[in-house]
Nanobody, 122 residues
Framework: QVQLVESGGGLVQAGGSLRLSCVAS?????????MGWYRQAPGKQRELVAG???????NYADSVNGRFTISADNAKNTMYLQMNNLKPEDTAIYYC???????????????WGQGTQVTVSS
């Protein structure tokens, strides 16, 4: 059974930093490709914050570019999101996502973590 478990969320003041972790189990970590961090604020749709493909190619939402860094460590089955210079508008539940390509017939399966709350106070 594939599981993604996030940790590292919490309450931080504006300008502070947090590092989120997402540990995958039940699957060969490198088979989850791409992987990404999403967030959902109250009353808003879930949005992509940062993505990583092939373990190295990264992309970021404009709102976090230059402040957040996504990375992955295959040896630890873990994806990270380093968040610096946090702003109140970064407050949301952050979710880990990994996609598994199951072949041309079955297509892509999405796996999600349970989410971790990040709250940034002003």
């Amino acid at each position: 059974q594939v599981q993604l478990v996030e940790s590292g969320g919490g309450l931080v003041q504006a300008g502070g930093s947090l590092r989120l972790s997402c540990v995958a189990s039940g699957i060969i970590f490198s088979n989850l490709n791409p992987m990404g961090w999403y967030r959902q604020a109250p009353g808003k749709q879930r949005e992509l914050v940062a993505g990583i493909t092939g373990g190295s190619a990264t992309n970021y939402a404009d709102s976090v570019n230059g402040r957040f860094t996504i990375s992955a460590d295959n040896a630890k089955n873990t994806m990270y999101l380093q968040m610096n210079n946090l702003k109140p508008e970064d407050t949301a539940i952050y979710y880990c996502n990994g996609q598994l390509f199951q072949g041309a017939f079955w297509g892509i399966k999405n796996y999600w973590g349970q989410g971790t709350q990040v709250t940034v106070s002003s």
